[in-house]
Every structure is written in structure tokens, then in C-alpha cells.
């Protein structure tokens, strides 16, 4: 039993629910349940299989840990006890995630210090768009993430970026949230009307 994980773990029932970063995961022996059906890059239906993090040790050791492959680059962070999967490309400017600071649940990019909710991926800064996360699975003592990303309404989600973008006149999110709509399938028309 790990420090910190026990209120997981410690479930006899192999086949359990547990809520980790916001959403239903399963601890588990066994086959895989997909957390979210799919999820959307921009539009764009991405699926992804279960991949290996690491183990538990490993990610309290170093802290964190990052998964790499066609998808997008996967931070895997431990916090008190809990364990979060993020887009680990910073939605302001790109800058790796995994280089920021965590403390009382908040994630901050060192490049310019946004911040963002572990649990949530919502940034509490209005200049930042919120870091997608995904799902993460414990099998035994293995951390597997769901390198699925996206958001349940892109299209919804820009066009309130692209409000708030204009109401603060941020230059970089209208941008950002033009081209979500648009590739979340909005027409031009629709984004100016
Ligand atoms: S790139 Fe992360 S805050 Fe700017």
C-alpha cells in the first residue's frame, strides 16, 4: 500500500469506481472501461488506448512523470494523494508543464506563470485557456493514463473564450478561439455573427 493512495487501494472490490482529475476512472484487475466515450482535438475525434505511466513509486520519487508518443505529450503529477493526467503543452503559449511548480492543487507554468487547477485543468487566469486533462487508471501498482483530449463542447467553449477575448481585448485568445471554432467545425459566418 502506498502513502497517500490508500483511500483507492485499499477498496477490496478489484473493480471499482474512484474519481480522479474530475472524472470516473476504475481501479482495477482486469480489462479496461474507457472513462469518456472520445474526446475532440479542435473538432477533430481523437481516440486512445490505456498507456503505461509508470509505477506509483516512480511518480512519487520523481514527482512526476511524462508520456510521450503520437498523441500529445501526458503529464502525470501526484499531489496529496492524488493522481492528475494534463495536455502537458501549456494552452498559453506551448511551454512543457512538466518544468512548473505544484502547490495546494495548482499547477503554474514557469514560463508565464499561469495557473491552473490540477483537478479541473481551469486556469484561474482569464489571459490562459484551461489545460485539457484526461483519464488515469491504477492497476495495481501501475498509473495508466487515456491520452484522449478535448472537450465536451468545443465549439461552445471557444465561442465563450472568443467573448471574453474581446470583452478583455486579448489578442492571442480571440486568435486561439477563432481557430478552435473553426476547427471544431463553426463556419466563418457563425464566429462573426
Ligand atoms: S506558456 Fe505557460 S504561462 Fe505562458
Not at 482486469?30 to 490505456?50: L, M, N, Y
Not at 505511466?53 to 510521450?68: D, F, M, N, P
Not at 512538466?98 to 487547477?117: K, P, Q, T, V
Amino acid at each position: 500500500m502506498v502513502d497517500g493512495l490508500a483511500n483507492v487501494t485499499a477498496d477490496p472490490d478489484a473493480n471499482h469506481k474512484a474519481r480522479y482529475a474530475g472524472r470516473i476512472i476504475f481501479v482495477w484487475a482486469g480489462q479496461s472501461h474507457a472513462a469518456f466515450p472520445s474526446t475532440d482535438r479542435g473538432g477533430v475525434i481523437v481516440r486512445a488506448e490505456f498507456l503505461r505511466a509508470g509505477t506509483i513509486q516512480e511518480l512519487k520519487s520523481k514527482g512526476r512523470l511524462v508520456v510521450r508518443g503520437a498523441h500529445r505529450p501526458t503529464l502525470v503529477v501526484e499531489d496529496r494523494g492524488r493522481i492528475f493526467a494534463l495536455d502537458n503543452r501549456c494552452p498559453h503559449m506551448g511551454f512543457p508543464l512538466d518544468r512548473g511548480s505544484i502547490e495546494d492543487g495548482i499547477l503554474i507554468c514557469h514560463w508565464h506563470h499561469a495557473r491552473f487547477d490540477l483537478a479541473s485543468g481551469c486556469t484561474f487566469d482569464l489571459w490562459a485557456d484551461d489545460v485539457p486533462t484526461c483519464a488515469v487508471e491504477l492497476r495495481g501498482d501501475e498509473v495508466w493514463v487515456q491520452p484522449e483530449f478535448g472537450r465536451p463542447d468545443a465549439a461552445a467553449y471557444w465561442r465563450q473564450r472568443l467573448e471574453e477575448g474581446m470583452a478583455h481585448n486579448l489578442g492571442l485568445v480571440i486568435a486561439k478561439a477563432i481557430q478552435g471554432q473553426l476547427a471544431a467545425g463553426v463556419s466563418p459566418l457563425e464566429i462573426v455573427r
